[in-house]
């Protein structure tokens, strides 16, 4: 196993911060909250304190901190998304949407 693989299963946001960085290349400068993809990218003070911004984005909003970094890999170096990349993103949703329906339904019975 890769040493980031194992660290995520104990703490994803963390992996998250470290890929960001080094999908920036450690120059923090570069850095933009959500790499720049949600309204809220450049309106959190992101210049003066990046690394306690990129925390932050990666703790308390961890899937789009992933989304956010994989956007922006896409972007850098061209990748197209493929019909695999969308069954992988999407089937954890539906899984989660089969599962919460299924709690509901029967809470209600």
């Known amino acids: 196993f890769d040493a980031d ?3 995520s299963l104990w703490c994803g946001p963390c992996v998250s911060y470290m890929l960001r960085r080094r999908a920036l290349y450690n120059d923090m400068s570069r850095y933009v909250c959500c790499a720049g993809y949600m309204p809220c990218s450049g309106r959190c003070g992101e210049s003066k304190c990046p690394e306690l911004c990129l925390a932050t ?3 308390l909003c961890f899937g789009s901190s992933v989304a956010s970094t994989r956007f922006l890999l896409q972007d850098e170096f ?3 998304t493929t019909q695999c990349d969308n069954c992988i993103i999407v089937l954890p949703h539906s899984h989660c949407h089969r599962f919460t329906t299924s709690q509901v339904i029967t809470y209600h019975l």
């Open 57 to 59: 984005e990666a703790f």
């Open 5 to 7: 693989c194992c660290l």
């Open 78 to 80: 061209n990748i197209q």
